[in-house]
């Protein structure tokens, strides 16, 4: 097994989720190609005394799934044992490990959007119980061929940008994350009781509200890796337009060139210049998904290459991307959707960040 494997379990177990004994740890991977990760964590939660599962998902679930005679309703019908472990373990890793990110992309709409739900209820379990701090939750990514195409690299170029995104090749990655996760807290103790932001840039100029939010530091510990800070806009207070820089990805399907206008927290105005039907037909889906979950901005400065997985692109260093759709409790939201889709908007070159007022953030650095 290659050492970063192991090591990466170690950070994942031991500061992630902070693994306490006699905890449950719901592993999950995605794709029995994670299969490494996922038994290098079983051993490490029983070294640190916790009670590890896992629920391994097939290869091509989701494909076989939407190929079948299977109803609209039978393919949104939630797995009550993956249920089951959302509602009651203390901890949950799951593992990202796909051969085709796009694998889904050319199936009805109504179908895919049917599936997207059975995800979604678990994503909504998950995000309430983190936002009650009674489950702790990390995602991760395993290399596979599928993820280094999509990034156009090697598979080794692949495994060594994403253990280098993640500081594996450090002596002590977790002291490094913990570095991160301070630096972050310095930029959110500025933040905190500010009421207004703009955003300003060749792709975006926009406003929003954040009184009474808080913005969450994201060092490690929900995802891996991770790097940035985010919050949820006051609902019916985004005004303006942004066009994002890169292609968004959601569910399998890439949207080219997307442009949202903004008036009073909704989307108003929809566009992209390749797949707009989706990307219509998911800002429909119900009557969160037209407003702002989230805003955030990328710090991970390991991370500047667009890749293709959200996993690390909302996190490149120099952006900021928002997601239309569920909010996150925590931060103040209130926004409830099915959907959470984050889109990327870079601010490397003129892009501006001004809170309360104040500059806040130029050419994709924090100035304060």
């Not at 997307?258 to 008036?263: A, D, I, N, Q, T």
Request: proline share 4%; aromatic share 10%.
């Amino acid at each position: 097994m290659d050492s970063r494997i192991q090591k990466m379990a170690q950070v994942l177990v031991n500061y992630s989720v902070a693994l306490k004994p006699g905890e449950r740890l719901l592993i999950r991977p995605l794709s029995p190609d994670a299969q490494p990760l996922a038994q290098a964590l079983y051993e490490e939660a029983f070294n640190v005394g916790g009670l590890p599962f896992v629920y391994m998902q097939m290869r091509q679930e989701d494909e076989i799934a939407l190929e079948s005679g299977a109803s609209l309703e039978q393919l949104a019908t939630v797995n009550p044992m993956l249920k089951l472990m959302y509602d009651t373990c203390e901890a949950i890793i799951r593992i990202e490990a796909s051969q085709n990110p796009r694998a889904l992309s050319k199936y009805p709409l109504d179908r895919q959007l049917a599936r997207a739900k059975y995800h979604s209820q678990l994503i909504d379990i998950q995000m309430k119980r983190e936002a009650a701090k009674t489950l702790r939750r990390c995602t991760t990514q395993f290399p596979t061929f599928g993820y280094a195409q999509n990034a156009g690299m090697s598979l080794r170029q692949y495994e060594d940008f994403l253990f280098g995104a993640c500081k594996l090749d450090l002596d002590d990655p977790i002291a490094a994350w913990q570095a991160v996760y301070d630096s972050h807290e310095r930029l959110i103790e500025w933040l905190k009781g500010k009421k207004h932001i703009q955003v300003r840039g060749d792709h975006i100029d926009l406003e929003l509200s954040i009184e009474g939010r808080t913005f969450k530091n994201a060092g490690g510990k929900e995802n891996f890796p991770d790097g940035e800070i985010f919050t949820g806009p006051v609902e019916d207070s985004v005004n303006g337009w942004v066009r994002f820089t890169y292609p968004a990805y959601y569910n399998g399907n890439e949207v080219k060139g997307v442009e949202l206008k903004f008036r009073d927290g909704l989307v108003v105005e929809a566009k992209a210049e390749a797949n707009e039907e989706f990307l219509i037909a998911t800002l429909d889906t119900d009557a969160g998904s037209r407003r702002l979950g989230e805003f955030a901005i990328g710090t991970n400065r390991e991370i500047q290459t667009f890749t293709g997985s959200i996993l690390f692109d909302e996190k490149i260093g120099g952006t900021v991307h928002m997601a239309v759709g569920q909010g996150y409790a925590e931060t103040g939201s209130v926004n409830t959707s099915l959907v959470h889709w984050d889109m990327i908007c870079d601010m490397r070159q003129g892009g501006e960040i001004i809170v309360d007022g104040e500059l806040f953030y130029k050419d994709g650095e924090v100035v304060i």
